[in-house]
């Protein structure tokens, strides 16, 4: 799991040096870095306002409408996510 990762980092997973397609371990790391953050585990107004502004960048390039349904997902009434 991502948290797991937080909780074990720098060490790398056998897992992703296996499939990691010949890279030096410092680019493996800059691009875990990349991608896996603490927007992964909470996205925040941060990363939402992020993700709605490059939907809207695109929808004005592609020539689409933008959709008026939320782009998230969020968690039940019942607390489960």
Sequence with gaps: SVEYSFQNYPQLSSYVVQHAQAMEEEVMRKHIQLYVN????QLGEEGKAAIQKFYAVYASASGEI???????ITPSAGGEE
């Design 38 to 41: 603490e927007h992964t585990v």
């Design 66 to 72: 933008p959709t008026e349904e939320d782009l998230f």
